[in-house]
């Protein structure tokens, strides 16, 4: 019992408190309930323009960083997994080393080669050095998914005369899904959450909902401020869910027929 | 069979070389007086030298270190007690455990916006005080968000850290072979043995892994301290931030050799912290 009321004072009271805030921009002390209002909404409704655009771009940056980062890690994984090498150990150390060391390290010093390759202020510059930070992440889903799933149906399905990539396709994919699924969520979230890099290496003309949100906070218009966390806290709900549900469906047709 | 292995890795060593290694030396370089924007120039240790002799620098890094230290420690005993406390309800009420998404997905900004409503001396904290009778006044209510030791920066590392360790730990608890326990109970170990014998040691690696993630995330980050920083000392990474920004390009070497010492400071914590947690378990085991 003393657990649930615990739980729910750290993560449902938060959620309370944005909501009446997104319902009470006036909410001033020392009222303890505020008085209705929608302003916010209204504010939204009026000039939809911004708030759109801005949730367009990072939903747009994060699933392309989800992307890249799959595709930067699937043969690496792989090889990590079931090879052995002089120095595995230290190249694994050295491959995590971008989600542990502080991001302003390389990145201050990467925005400097990105101004003067043209990269800077672009949102595929935006996607390369997310992809930086959040790769570690899906390496290591990915690897631990390929240890999991072992080499004996690849080899059974190559003796059998299946060519590399029908392999990979029928055989590897579909046991893969799950930790792919596990991997792209965490890498979708540090993108979509990240407000220094998208701010340092899109310069400002890339928008971003952490953007958005940022100004809001800090200046007196918190009714908004809360009413646009919530939507921040929906939106990646919603792609877990449907993720789910995807994820439910496709092995339900696979293995049932 | 070489071959193979190089082949496999390139699609992560090329984009690591070209932005990861790229990026780092470049930072290298320029704190080294080579490859400002002004144009090449010569190289010095000048910069780390003025570091040295800087006591802003000092204060900043001892803010930074005891808000990591502080919150990352705190993350992962409430994630800990939580992960237990869930762990000893029927499996159909750990379900409630889910709740603690809510913190995962929240990004730091947000976090950090929460805190500020919640304990800002005119915050939700502050009025419920006034309407109960406990302050008179918002001056009464402590000022939590300038102490100056980064009390709010805690705050709101602690609501992103706490689910980050439950997640973590949990994994582990949750799989965890009950018959262990059982046979320790037989062999007559009160409760307390059971979790200091048989129960935290399989809990340590992944405390670990969430202490030091937490630990270097929360020192190198800028987002919460941008928002619930106080400008003196500042953390670490808002010093090089202003440097960056806000004064002219002659000061930029100087942010990037605080930022070379960042890199240098979190690699060699991270490499000393995992021997330093392995040789433990070594050595626990052996006993």
């Known amino acids: 019992m003393p657990t649930i009321i615990v739980l729910a004072l750290l993560f449902l009271l938060p959620v309370v408190v944005l909501i009446l805030q997104a319902g009470a921009p006036g909410w001033r002390f020392p009222e303890l309930m505020p008085e209705l209002s929608f302003d916010g909404l209204r504010f939204l409704a009026a000039r939809p323009g911004p708030f759109l655009t801005a949730l367009a771009s990072s939903l747009g940056y994060s699933l392309a960083t989800v992307a890249l980062t799959l595709a930067m890690t699937i ?46 202020d672009t949102t595929p510059g ?120 995807g994820l439910y469906r496709y092995h339900r047709k696979r293995w049932m027929g | ?32 007086g080579l490859f400002l924007p002004l144009g090449p120039g010569e190289i010095t240790a000048g910069y780390y030298q ?36 869930l762990w000893r309800m029927p499996p159909g009420l750990r379900r409630i455990g889910v709740v603690s998404k809510v913190g995962l997905i929240l990004p730091h900004v947000a976090a950090a916006f929460l805190v500020l ?14 309407q109960t009778g406990i302050i008179a006044s918002p001056e009464e209510f402590p000022n939590i968000l300038h102490t100056g030791n980064g009390l709010g920066m805690i705050l709101a590392f602690l609501l992103k850290g706490v689910p980050f360790s439950l997640l973590l730990i949990g994994a582990v608890l949750f799989g965890f072979d009950i018959r262990l326990i059982q046979t320790a109970r037989m062999l007559g170990a ?12 399989r809990l340590l690696p992944a405390m670990h892994s969430a202490f030091i993630i937490l630990f270097l995330y929360a020192f190198g980050s800028f987002d919460i301290p941008f928002v619930l920083g106080e400008s003196h000392p500042g953390m670490l990474s808002i010093r090089v931030f202003d440097i960056f920004f806000q004064r002219d390009l002659v000061q930029r070497p100087q942010a990037m050799a605080i930022l070379t010492l960042m890199f240098v400071f979190a690699a060699v914590f991270a490499m000393l912290y995992n021997r330093f947690a392995a040789y433990l378990d070594g050595w626990r085991r052996k006993l």
């Open chain 1, 75 to 120: 043969l690496p994984a792989q090889v990590l997994a079931f090879r052995s090498f002089p120095g595995k150990n230290l190249l694994e150390g050295l491959l995590l080393l971008p989600a542990l060391v502080p991001a302003m390290t390389f990145s201050m010093g990467l925005h400097f080669i990105f101004i003067k390759i043209g990269l800077a």
């Open chain 1, 126 to 245: 935006v996607i390369l050095v997310l992809a930086m930070i959040a790769y570690p992440y899906m390496l290591r889903a990915l690897t631990t998914g390929y240890m999991l799933m072992g080499r004996e149906y690849a080899v059974c399905a190559r003796n059998l005369g299946a060519p590399a990539w029908r392999v990979f396709l029928d055989v590897e994919l579909p046991q893969l899904l799950p930790a792919m699924a596990a991997g792209a969520s965490v890498v979708f979230l540090v993108a979509f959450s990240e407000y220094f890099l998208v701010f340092l290496i899109g310069g400002g003309s890339v928008a971003s909902f952490t953007g958005y949100l940022f100004p809001l906070i800090t200046s007196s218009n918190r009714g908004l401020g809360a009413l646009v966390t919530l939507v921040f806290l929906t939106v990646p709900i919603l792609l877990f869910i449907a993720l789910e549900l």
């Open chain 2, 1 to 32: 069979m070489k071959r193979g292995i190089v082949h496999g890795l390139l699609p992560l060593l090329l984009p690591y070389c070209a932005l990861f290694c790229a990026g780092l030396a470049l930072t290298l370089a320029q704190s080294l």
């Open chain 2, 50 to 85: 003025n570091l040295i002799q800087d006591q802003g620098v000092k204060l900043s890094l001892g803010l930074s270190l005891s808000v990591a230290f502080l919150s990352a420690a705190g993350s992962v005993l409430g994630g800990t007690i939580l992960a237990l406390a």
């Open chain 2, 117 to 130: 409503l919640m304990f800002s001396q005119t915050g939700l904290v502050s009025s419920l005080l006034f």
């Open chain 2, 190 to 201: 009160g409760p307390w043995r059971v979790f200091w014998s048989v129960i935290l040691p």
